[in-house]
C-alpha cells in the first residue's frame, strides 16, 4: 500500500515538473502566435472573443465554438497580465495533464481487470506508460499548436472519467466531462470534427467491449443518454448553427465535407497525392523525435509492446492489440496495395475527406492507444518477475525516452525557424507600433474593409517583432483589429486570379475596380524591407502557377515598387507609425457597403474596364432573372432617376436603410457587399413584397426592388437581416437554459446531501 | 513417426518458402505488390495448419521484422525497404494477433481472467 502511495506521488511529482517545464522555453516578453489556424488569442482573448461573439453568420461556425474557451484565457491573462505565461500555461497543461490522466487511465484499467493487485507493478507500469505517452506527444508540432492540440490530455481525461462514470455510475463524473467538454470548447466544434471522429467511435467501443465482456458489467445507458442531452444542451450555441449549415444547400459545411470536389479533389486526389510520404509504418511504430530519432533506443518501445503477447493469453492484451493494430492501419493508411485502396474507397462516406491527412487526424488514437497496449504488455511481461527487474526495466524505459525528448524538454521545439524563411525564428516580443496601428483600425467606423499589405500567396499577415523573429499568420488586422481583412490572394475569393492579373498587368484602375467591388475601403501597410526579403516563399506563389520568383510581378517586387504602386492610387494617409501606415481610399472610388448600381454588367471584365464605381455584375441566372423585370445586364446605364441611399448598421447582421425613392417607378437595384447567402432578407414595413433576392458581383447580395409594388413613392425604410443569426440565438438560449438546468440540479442535489448528512 | 518426421519436414520447408518470399520481395523483385504476401500467407497459414502452433510462432515472426525494420531504419529511415519490412510485420502482427485472440477466449486452462 505504502508503494501505492509512492508511485501516486511519484506520478502526481512528474506531473507538477512537466506543467512547469514550458516556462523555460520562452524568455519573459517573447511570444510565438503565428500558424494557419491562428494563435492571438494569446495575445488579447478578450479581443478574440468578442470578435468571435460577433460573427453570428455561416463564417462563424469555423471559431463559434472557441468562444468559452478564449473567455477562460482572458480570465487567466486578466491574473497574470504577460501572454508568455499564458501559454508557458496552456503547453503546461498539455504535457502534464497528458502524462498525468494517462497514467489514471492505465492504472484504472489495470486494476480492474486483475483479481490479485500486485502492489507496485500497475502503479509502475502506469507511470511507464504515461511516460511514454509524453513522449509520443513530444513528436508533434509544437511551434504551431493550436487549441486542436488540447486533444493530447482531453481524450485520455474524457476517456478516463467516462470510464469512472460507466464503472461506478456517479454522476459526478459525468458532470465532469461535462465541464471539461465546456471549458475546452474549441475541441469539440468545427474545427476539430476530424480528431474528435477518429477518438471517441473507437474509444468508446473499447470501454463498452471492456465493461460488458472483460468485467461483465451493466452498462448504464439512461445515464449516457442523458449525459448525451446535456452535453448537446450545453453545446447548442455552436452546434445548432453547424447543423442548420449542414442542412443548408449550398452552405459552408455541406461544400467542405460532402460535395463531388470534397470527396473528390480533397479527398481522393490529395490521398493519391500524399500517402507514400505521410503513410510510414516505421515512423508510428518507433515514434522518433524530431532528435536523436534514428537510434537503437526506439527499439526499446515497440519491443516491450510485443513481447508482451508472448505471455500468457490475456483477454485485455488482446482487445489493446485490435485496436492498436486498426489504429495503426488508419494512422498509415499505406499497408498493402488493397488496404490502400481499401482507404481510398473509404473517401466515398460522406464526410470522410476529412481523414485525407490521416498521419496527423489518427495520431491522437492511434498514440493513446500504443500507450495503453505497450502498458499493459510492460505489467504482463513483468508481473511475475521481481520487482527491481521491473523497476530496472521502467527506469530503461524512461531514460530512453528521456534521452530522446530532452531538446524537446528543453523547447527546443519552440524556439525553431520559420518555413520559407531565411532562418527567421517563430519567437519574437511584440512590436508596440503593430499593437498602436490595430488599436487605431479598432476605432474605425465600420464602413469598409481592409487591404493588407504586402501581399501573400495564401493569406497570412508578416510582421516582425521588435526583438527575435517575425509572425507569420492570420491577419492580425482581422482577429485582433476586428475589421474583415484581404492580407494574402486567397482572401479575395472569387476575385483572386483577377487581382493577380490586374498586378501583373500593371492595371491599377482595375485593381481599383476590384478593391471597390469587394468593399475595401482601407490599406494597412507594412513598409518593412525584412519581410520581403527573408521570406522568398511569400508572397509570390499563385495557386495553380506557382511563381517563386518576385519579378513576376514587378508592381509589388519590393517596398519600393509598393510605393510607386500606392502613388498611383488616391490615397490619403490616416495613420502612419514606425513601420505601419493606414490609408484611406477616395470614397468616390469605393462602393459603399450597401449600394445602388447605375450600370449593370453580364461579367466582372465589363465591370473592371467600365468606368462607373458604383457598377455591378451578375452571373446567367441574375441576368435572368432581371431581365424578367426589364434590367438588362448590358453594360449601359439604368434609366431614369435613381434613388438615394443611406444606411446604418447597428450589428454585424443587420442593416438599417433609408431609401429615397425620388418617385421611381421603374425596378432598380439595392446591393449589399456582404458574402450571399440565401437567408439574407430585406424587408419594407416588415414585408418582403416586391423585392427579390439574387446573387451579384461574383459573392454578394442584392434585391431587385419593384417600387410599384412597395406602393410607396417618397422616402422608404428598409431592413437587411441575417436569417441565420437566429440560430445562434436559439442555441446561446437552450446552452443557457442546459447550463441553468444543471447547476441547479447540483445546488439541489448538494443541499439534500448536506440535509441527509443533518 | 515417419509421418511425423515428414510433416516437420514439410512444415520447415514451408517455412522457409515463407522467408525467400519476403527476401525476394525486399529486392523489388514483385514490385511491392500484394502478390507476395498472398503467397507468403498462404503458405504460412498452411503451416500453422500442419503444426496447429500458437500465436507465438506469429509473434515471434513479427518481432524478428520489427528488429528488421529497426536495423534497416536506424541508418537509413523510413526508406522502401524499411517500410516493405513494416508491411510483413503487420501482418505477421495481425495473424498472430487472431490466433491470440481466439486463444485467449477459447483456452481458460492457459489464460489469465481477463
Known sequence: MKNIFHCHRLAIVISIGLFFLPFFWLKQGFVDLGSDGGRLYFLDPLVFFLNNFKEQNPLGIMFYATIPHTFLLFLIKSVLNNSTNLIAIDRGIQLSMAFYVTY?????????????????????????????????????????????????FLNPLLFFLFFRYMRTKN????????????????????????????????SCLFLFLYIRILLRKSIPWKGLGFLTLCFVGLHTFHLLPLVA?????????????????????????????????????????????????????????????????????????????IFFAITLFLVSANITTIGVQFYRMLFHIPGFSMFRSFNEKWYF?????????????????????????????????????????????????????????????????????????????KMLPNDGNVLTLPLTFPNYQIAYGKEGGAYVGISIVQ??????DFPGFWSFGPYQKTVFEALQKE???????????????????????????????????????MYYAKDVIPLIKNQTAYAKLLSQMPLQERFQKGFYSLYELDAVKIRPTVYIPDVLYASVSGALSGSSYRSAFGNELTCTTAKTLDMVCDGSSIQGILPDISFIKPSNTTYDLTIDLKERKDPFLVVLSEDYHS????????KKEGLTHIGINGYANAWIVEPEKIGNGGVIHATIKLGFQKYYTYGWIISGATAMFLILGVLYKGVRKLYGKK | MERNKQRILFSLILLFLVFVILFVDLTGFF????????????????????????????????LFLLLYMGISYIPTGAGRITERIGEWFYLFFVAGLIQYTKEAWTKPHIQKKY
Open chain 1, 171 to 202: 454522476f459526478l463524473y459525468g458532470l465532469g466531462v461535462l465541464v471539461v467538454t465546456i471549458v475546452w470548447s474549441a475541441n469539440f466544434g468545427f474545427g476539430v470534427t476530424p480528431q474528435i471522429v477518429s477518438f471517441f467511435p473507437l
Open chain 1, 104 to 152: 489514471l487511465v492505465i492504472r484504472e484499467l489495470l486494476s480492474s481487470s486483475e483479481n490479485i493487485i500486485k502492489p507496485i507493478y500497475i502503479p509502475w507500469a502506469s507511470i511507464v506508460g504515461g511516460i511514454v505517452y509524453a513522449g509520443f506527444i513530444s513528436t508533434i508540432n509544437w511551434p504551431v499548436t493550436l487549441l486542436t492540440q488540447n486533444q493530447i
Open chain 1, 479 to 484: 482577429f485582433l483589429g476586428g475589421r474583415k
Open chain 1, 679 to 686: 437567408s439574407w432578407e430585406m424587408k419594407v414595413d416588415s
Open chain 1, 507 to 545: 492595371d491599377v484602375p482595375g485593381l481599383l475596380q476590384v478593391l471597390s467591388l469587394r468593399n475595401i475601403r482601407y490599406v494597412f501597410r507594412n513598409t518593412d524591407e525584412r519581410i520581403m526579403d527573408d521570406f522568398p516563399g511569400f508572397p509570390y506563389v499563385y495557386p495553380g502557377e
Open chain 1, 365 to 441: 488514437v492511434y498514440a493513446f492507444f500504443y500507450s495503453l497496449l505497450f502498458s499493459v504488455s510492460f505489467y504482463q511481461l513483468f508481473v511475475k518477475k521481481r520487482t527491481i527487474v521491473a523497476i530496472f526495466v521502467g527506469l530503461c524505459v524512461i531514460g530512453s525516452i528521456g534521452y530522446r525528448i530532452y531538446p524537446f524538454l528543453q523547447g527546443k521545439a519552440v524556439n525553431t525557424t520559420h518555413w520559407q524563411s531565411k532562418n527567421v525564428s517563430v519567437v519574437f516580443t511584440m512590436d508596440p507600433n503593430l499593437m498602436d496601428a490595430v488599436g487605431y483600425i
Open chain 2, 31 to 62: 514490385n511491392y505488390s500484394d502478390v507476395p504476401f498472398l503467397i507468403g500467407f498462404s503458405l504460412y497459414f498452411l503451416f500453422l495448419f500442419i503444426q496447429k502452433v500458437t500465436g507465438k510462432v506469429s509473434f515471434v515472426m513479427a
Open chain 1, 245 to 321: 449549415s449542414f442542412f443548408d444547400k449550398g452552405g459552408m459545411i455541406r461544400g467542405i465535407y460532402l460535395s463531388g470536389e470534397a470527396i473528390g479533389k480533397r479527398g481522393v486526389y490529395y490521398f493519391d497525392f500524399n500517402h507514400l510520404d505521410l503513410g510510414k509504418i516505421s515512423t508510428q511504430l518507433f515514434q522518433p523525435s524530431q532528435w536523436n530519432g534514428q537510434t537503437f533506443l526506439i527499439l526499446l518501445v515497440p519491443i516491450i509492446t510485443l513481447l508482451g503477447f508472448l505471455r500468457k493469453p490475456s483477454k485485455l492484451l488482446a482487445l489493446f492489440g
